[in-house]
Structure formats: C-alpha cells, structure tokens
C-alpha cells in the first residue's frame, strides 16, 4: 500500500472475497458490536501471524457467534469455543 500526501493512495495484491454462514432470523439477537468483534479478531490473526486466506473467514465466524446474543461483549466467544476450532488448529 503507497499512500501520497494528500491522502490518496493504491493498494498492490490479492482481492480476498469471502462469505459468512447465514444466521437464521430468530438466532440474531443483537449486531452491537459485531463491527469491533470482526476488527478484534482481524488483529488476533494479525498478531498470531494468520493467513489472510484463514483469517478473514475466522473474523467472520467471530462477529456471527457474537451477534447470537444482546450487548457487545456477551455474546463474544473465547479461544476454547468449539465453533473457532477449525480456524485456530
């Protein structure tokens, strides 16, 4: 990524596009926060050096387990859940 000084700027690389499962309606309780769980868990696969390619797809699962439940911290699930086992082995 080249920005200039007035703030424009190109990116150089692969375009990644990705789907996230579909939440069935009286399973979406509350989407506070879903925005911040996705960016958190961008920078947990940032920080654990994450293959794009796998944690796109992780940060997805991350914000739909989260949007199961009311509030922005409730429904956020730990490194332990079952649901992020095949993004974290």
Not at 24 to 46: K, N, S
Request: hydrophobic residues 40%; aromatic residues 6%.
């Amino acid at each position: 990524m080249r920005l200039s000084g007035r703030g424009h700027g190109t990116i150089h690389g692969r375009l990644l596009i990705g789907t996230a499962e579909k939440i069935p309606a009286p399973e979406l309780v509350d989407t506070t926060g879903c925005g911040d769980a996705f960016i958190g868990a961008v920078l947990y696969g940032l920080c654990t050096e994450m293959a794009p390619e796998k944690m796109l797809p992780f940060a997805c699962q991350v914000a739909g387990i989260k949007c199961r439940a009311i509030g922005a911290r409730t429904g956020l699930p730990w490194r332990s859940d079952a649901r992020l086992s095949k993004y974290l082995a």
